[in-house]
């Protein structure tokens, strides 16, 4: 696209992505079907991978391994969905979290590179960013969902672990992770076990340091383009 103000094809992708994401959170809770849920759950990772690639026409090495990551990810998810004895289920959790913990990494770096390269501050630079903050919990979640895998008394629970289906479960701990990551801390749910405890101190860290960077950098570069126009 040619001409002064013309924008890039891509620009309203991160809009889109927001959206998909806002309307997952939504509807999950009122899924019935666990396969749905993960169904809809790897065609937003699948989305995410996209947008981040298209916005980074450059990162032409980073393409096979993403797209390789997210194919491991579902592949274990659908492992987990089998009817499978209990043991095969938690290693087929474990396989998805290590392929879906560095996606996440991939995704969230490439698209703060795209929020930030341009040095001006547009509607879509910020819906990347947000995009990103919720993809941190999501990150901090999978790490909860395996750590209750292997011990199910690491968090104290409103409904008990044992009477929540594992989309439920998987839900009330993306609930979890995103209350510590901005640090409202309401104490429906508790961390028990030390572990639980340090990966939740280890969130709030992060999501602090995350806005205060966000903000500045925002804040930064608005006032670098104005000073430009």
Known sequence: ????????????????????????????PHLRARWLVQVVLQAFL??????????????????RPMIGLWLISLSGSLIALAPVPERWALLALAVETAALLPLLVLVSVGMLRYAYRSHRLT????????VVYVLVALFFARLYMLLMGWDPQSF???VPAAERTPHLLQIDLMYFSLITLATVGYGD?????ETARMLAVM????????IAVVVAVFVGTYAA???RE
């Not at 924008?7 to 309307?23: D, G, Y």
């Not at 699948?46 to 393409?63: I, Q």
């Not at 749910?189 to 076990?193: A, D, G, M, N």
């Open 1 to 28: 696209m040619t001409g002064g103000g013309a924008t890039p094809r891509w620009r309203w992708h991160f809009l889109q992505l927001a959206l998909f994401m806002a309307a997952w959170m939504l509807l999950a």
């Open 46 to 63: 699948l989305n995410s991978v996209l947008v981040t690639l298209w916005s980074n026409p450059e990162w032409l090495r980073f393409r």
């Open 123 to 130: 509607t879509d630079s910020v819906f990347a960013t947000i």
């Open 156 to 158: 104290d629970l409103p």
């Open 189 to 193: 749910i508790l961390p028990v076990s």
């Open 203 to 210: 969130e709030a860290i992060v999501g602090q340091f995350y």
């Open 225 to 227: 383009q104005r000073r």
